[in-house]
């Protein structure tokens, strides 16, 4: 008989351990979701842009400009006397256009992500786009350009997607 008077009492304590872990669950989850909001792309972006670019987003702007053979890319200084930025711009992009010479495209990727629009097809094509390196007195740009019609739309989509992923600290 005691097996019977049992049974009610397990049930009820595994219906309230059910319930109890179902309910800490449900506040964990609130609770993560109060502290960790969902990030914006452009914050993604600016996050991982950090790691990569030297110079300050905020104290910078980025211009995306396509051309018909290609594109120029800019980088800024805000402040065309802060020469703390400009050399940072200077470098980075330097160093930037050597990397997509030889199809070298891993800095973007980190930032965008490898599934970047435009971007396979620039590696595979990176021989037959011309990349060059200019100073400018507040910062520094890329010209890109290319024969090929696909590369061309490759430029652009990668452009493109830039613009979109920099939100406010770019244009076009």
């Known amino acids: 008989m005691k097996a019977n008077n049992n049974r009610p ?24 979701a109060a502290i960790l909001p969902a990030q914006t792309r452009q914050e993604e972006v600016a996050r991982k842009g950090a790691k990569v670019m030297p110079f300050d987003l905020e104290q910078t702007t980025h211009v995306f400009q396509k051309l018909d053979d290609g594109g120029l ?30 199809g070298d495209f891993s800095d973007p990727a980190k930032i965008h992500g490898e599934d970047m629009p435009g971007l396979a097809q620039l590696k595979a094509g990176a021989a037959k786009i011309d990349v060059r390196y200019s100073a400018l007195p507040d910062g520094a740009q ?31």
């Open 9 to 32: 009492q397990k049930r009820k304590r595994l219906i309230t351990a059910g319930a109890l872990i179902i309910s800490s669950m449900a506040v964990m989850l609130l609770w993560t």
């Open 142 to 172: 890329i010209r890109y350009q290319a024969k090929d019609p696909k590369l061309v739309t490759a430029i652009h989509q990668w452009f493109s997607a830039q613009l979109s992923d920099h939100g406010d600290h770019a244009t076009h």
């Open 73 to 102: 890319q800019k980088v800024v200084a805000k402040d065309p006397s802060n020469k703390k930025q400009i050399a940072l711009i200077q470098s980075h992009l330097k160093e930037e256009s050597e990397k997509f010479r030889i």
